[in-house]
């Protein structure tokens, strides 16, 4: 078998985070994660296609994994992403899986897919797999016939003309490679839906398309709050209380439910973790600090009297007496002493995030900020819930953020200062009789 | 015996703090621990006089007690309050003792009264009480004649001038309720002091008035800051640690001396309670809190790193890496993370409180804010001492908030900021370099 | 033998911190440090020189020392310090030793110097000292003849044009007091170089100094930030904990490394002191406070949740959840709660510091403020890296401070607030269904 792993594509609403293939999460990137996956359930070449300015660091993920290559996508959407992993091929025909990188699911799906996949091949049926939804989605709903194989799919019906209970999720099976490499090469689309054209024209032609059925966790990265919804599912993954050898952790720390501690990491007096929770290599958690319900990934420094709540830290964040709650922060962040995220409204309503110039709902009561890589939050600053902030950019100490800050930026409070003399003598107050009182 | 108990008359003094007769002291309102001193001492049936606006709340708070009604007052002052509270009295003359919901003392003073009454009822004579002060109050200073008995009251004689070293406190006894309604209903006053009037009538026309001399304490509320005054003794009264069976301290908290924790109370690891101190029902004490000398109600939150130091929080407090210092917070209040009070002068001279349009020395040199109910505090507030803010209202992000707030107000900062492109390229800080110096 | 100690001149570079002789470190001035030493080592006459504004303090400083007095200085320079401290000699002639207050150096010097004296008094030889510098240094540097005796000093050669490795250090002996008094009587200068002039003239005129080579620790205050250097060394001379028996320490406490606690200190559940560190008479170390690597000086509190981090602090310094980093603040300074200092540049390179109007390479790249006596700091200030405040000043709170501040100064901000009506109903928002998916 051949797999193709999307990993490509524009994610303009996903910034000012970096790629979403490669973040981390317990150590390691959704890429990593699916290859992982793969690799343990089915025997396969695979093929990952990366946009051409990620190609590198795709590569340096992959290098662990045997029969695994990266292709620089060619062109935009999925058909093309397709058609940049095939154009060299070589081999004999074979069947192919096509899945997206970032889409993280149970093994229910695989334990499914293997037990569809003899008749499939016998059959020379491809396969489309749907996630049943509870309530309306903005995707692709599928659409049946009475033998239950997909016949179409229909783009965002809007609520109440859902076609059925079934959203499209990436996870598509091909008996050919072939077959489907024609396609594409015959096909056209003026938009980006190539394969979504010559999805519809196979069906069209009479190509059987069965469908796998799926309910269990689907957990994907499109909007940055989304990384709350796959950080909570991954850290409800984690069953016990991990600590590496290594680590060093104070007889007068304490540390509470599952929670992950990797090597190197050191755990100092006062400082309480309470899981779920991750913490990651040669990571601080200084004194009297609380880490609870989130991920604090490699590198970090949680400073003295930090509170990291409900938040995910990419790595080589460093915090002193912060306040970060349900927040975003990509690699290479420092906060300056007494910085803080507000994650609430006053009307306790749920919180908008601009996303593409659109102020989008991020149905969460409770949102603090999102920072992109290599960023200084000064001093004092107070970001104000659902700001975000572009990378390689500062913000001066005392500004109280309320506006998004765009990459590249540098921002400051002007300050108007009013300096008198002093006519209070201070070293007459007495001071002493004051201790006195106050220490009575 | 009949009792009434005065809960109503004007308090604006006391804003923006709600109806002081409900207040909660140690879980229990003025009011309800008046009733439930009353009962216990006495067999009576009371009257408790509120003002209309609080009829409801005040019902809801004698539920409790058998043989106590509520009446709402019509017109103004302590004489329109005894006849609202006699004017659909249909039962046999009784005697009578009037007092305020409000002032609080201590068993000595009914254990002379109960030891006076026979005599009193035998031989027809009323009973007033006067405080025993040291220096000079601003109240009615009772004239006594050569039996010691009250012959009138002189209002705020002014320091020197006082006629004797006894201050008038309501705690007033009648042989004939009767007797006072017919004269209340006869008599007449273009103010509001009605019942003053009257009494003086009746001790012209040679209606004997013994006098109670109490010494003991004497706390009411009269001025915002006598909450810290009654706040002191009550606390004071803890003589042990008292901690409800159901309340969750962790083994990694602390609690030092005279504590009361209530049920349903969670004390997390680092939380810090030096007492005397009391926790309402179901309040969380957050990590590496402290809380010193206060009184916190029901319902509150003390989030991570906040300190509350001698200060009194009504309920539905919640704090967050908070300051709350000599200050006195109504109910349902929220602060932004890094709010705080200060609660010292430059000169740690005695902080002044406009009471009613007029600077008014609070006679303390450590006062923090006062803080209506239904407020929300934005992050890194700063409120310097002596402010007052009004229910309902909401103080933006990072003020320094030196005024008064009326109620339903908002208040924010105008803060101009200035952006440029930033030049620093963030991500070739040689970070690593940096670490390993700072790491040594 | 008598001795010259040098505690006069001027120290214009060293503001706004106090009189660098009598700065005490671990409990004692250098002063006292260094009479210390000398009645340690050498029988001897001692008289202190120090500027007439100084002469009480300085007088109170040697209080303990017999055969110690002080007198003021006449005229600036060296030259016009030791005329002044010989003035009034009346003895026979001895031979004397010339030594500045405040610079530190080990026993090693002493013992080199007892051991070269003999031969030094015999041969009627002077000795000057040279210390062994590694690489180019701002100061007077020895030129030797091929006898190894001192034939000249020249100031500030410039790097690359260092005529030897050793930089002169003010222990200079002569083997005639008289000699030398008569030398500086007779020479003239224009500038305040007497001093260096005579003792050229002296050697030209065929006088042999000898050299004493000197390379262990040499710290001395010059700069405000030569604190830092002086505290490191003096730390590092701890090499156990020394807890005195009056102390109390809670057992919640934690004290780490090499620590000196002196009489009457308290130090609180949750507290962390990493040493090196020493925490002088009858302060207070608060809860969840952390001190590493400073001096904590008497009568300080450093309250709830501070941190005192690589700090000096002379004495009677309050704070209060504050961040102290790389500072240094000379006595009665308070700071009001959630101020904080910053120590970093955004670009983590060198901090300048304003030296007499020059912009300073401090060659540090953390520092934090440079504070002088008797100054308050408001709630919520932040302090810019390299700032200095000078005595008896006052920052209001909320100010952003990037600009040093004079003495007597009141600085404040301007700030503008909008008020509005607040339309939100916060008695309405359900707080009780937002409590209980939190606490969920």
Redo the contacts between chains.
Sequence with gaps: MNIIVLAGGQSSRFAPLSNKNLLPFLGKSLLYRQLENLKDKLTADITVVANPEDYELTQTEVKDFSGVKVVAQEGSGQGAAIISALKDYSGDDSDLLVINSNDVFTDNLYKDFLAALPALRKNNHGLLTGYKVEKYFPGGYLVMNEKDHVVSVIEKPGEGNEPSDCVRLVFDYFPSLKELLNALNAGSSEKDDLYEVVLSDMMNSGKVFELLRYSDVWATLKFPWHVFDLMSYLLSTITEKKIHENAQISD?A?INGNVIIEEGVRV???A?INGPAYVGKNTIIG??S?VRDSIVGD?CVIG??S?VARSYLAG?VWL??N?I?DSIIDR?VSF???A???N?R???GDITVNIKGEKTNSGR??LGTIIG????V???V?I?PGVKIGT???VG????L??D?DS????????????????????K?N?DD??AK?KK
Aim: cysteine-free; charged content about 20%; glycine content about 10%.
């Design positions: 007068k304490i100092f007096p006062g309480v004194n009297n609380l590198d003295f009297s509170e080589k002193h007496m306040y709650g290479n300056g002493s007494g803080l995220t507000a609430l006053l009307d306790e009561n409770k890589s290599d960023v200084r000064g001093v004092g107070k104000m390689n950019s500062v100490p005392g500004v109280v309320n506006q800050i590249d930026s540098f921002i400051s409070i002007k300050q108007e200062l009013v300096t008198k003399v002093n006519k209070l003598n201070i070293n107050i001071r004051f201790t106050l």
